[in-house]
């Protein structure tokens, strides 16, 4: 089971509390989390990568072991910790402004 934190608005979104988790098929990328979790969550479809490019939209940053792998190709294999959900796989919201 893949945990997934997402940041308050997606929750809102989604309808849900807490954390998500997922059946994810292995090898687990952050592509895969990302396709899981928007069959599963069909309104997040869009708010997190573009409908038709799939590239990650701005201000949205992923991360995994708090390490940032926001910039990393999407079939990025994610760490044995995020896969075995001892921790988290986290999507973040970034703030800019000035």
């Not at 992923?62 to 990025?76: G, Q, R």
């Amino acid at each position: 089971m893949i945990r997934v934190v997402l940041p308050y608005h997606l929750r809102t979104l989604a309808r849900v509390e807490g954390e998500v988790e997922l059946e994810v098929a292995s090898p687990v990328t952050v592509r895969s989390v990302l396709d899981a979790l928007e069959t599963r969550y069909p309104v997040l479809r869009g708010t997190i990568r573009d409908h038709g490019t799939l590239k990650r939209r701005p201000f949205v940053r992923f991360f995994a072991c708090k390490e940032d792998v926001s910039l990393e190709p999407p079939e990025t294999r994610l760490p044995d910790e995020v896969v075995s959900g001892s921790e988290p796989f986290l999507i973040v919201g970034a703030m800019a402004g000035g």
